[in-house]
């Protein structure tokens, strides 16, 4: 069971590699795995990134890979966002909904029990300066383990008005 679960992992893994290296747009992305797929409280996963234009206009995703064994419909995320001149505005706090609160599916795109699914977390984001930005991530749940709560991403892609 154990074999199929991390096969399954790995070409969910592949295909989103696949299908993500086609956006020009992007500027970084990453995504940390969590030991026994479950976010402790104490794991607070950062992610560098390198800005070199500062007259872009940023899109700031995070990435979310759930089981659907996971035991709540929501994530509560607090962000925190420095710079090379030190904090970029105040922390914030994200509510992602991964399962549908009324019917209890799972959102995202899945294959078997393992679904991903991207949140819009700082939109049209400004970054003053070039330089290295890091954005730290931290789980603000009432339970210090998460159980089913398999790996968190950033992707940072440069605005794009849709028309």
């Not at 996963?45 to 979310?64: G, K, Q, R």
């Not at 994530?75 to 909904?97: I, N, R, S």
């Not at 549908?100 to 795109?109: A, H, M, N, Q, R």
Request: glycine fraction near 8%; charged fraction near 20%.
């Amino acid at each position: 069971m154990n074999q199929r679960f991390a096969f399954r992992a790995a070409i969910v893994a592949v295909l989103l590699c696949v299908l993500s290296a086609c956006d020009p747009n992007r500027v970084f992305e990453k995504n940390i795995d969590f030991p026994n797929n479950s976010w402790d409280v104490q794991q607070k996963p950062s992610f560098t990134f390198a800005i070199e234009d500062t007259t872009a206009v940023y899109d700031v995703h995070f990435n979310v890979r759930h089981a659907s064994a996971y035991g709540y419909y929501n994530l509560y995320v607090k962000h925190t966002l420095t710079g090379p001149a030190g904090p970029v505005g105040q922390p914030g706090l994200h509510q992602m909904l991964l399962m549908d609160p009324k019917t209890g599916e799972p959102k995202g795109s899945g294959t078997g029990d393992i679904y991903d699914i991207q949140f819009l977390a700082l939109p049209k984001q400004h970054f003053a300066k070039a330089g290295n930005y890091t954005l730290t991530l931290e789980q603000y749940m009432r339970q210090d383990q998460l159980p089913g709560l398999m790996a968190m991403g950033v992707e940072v892609t440069k605005h794009v008005e849709k028309k």
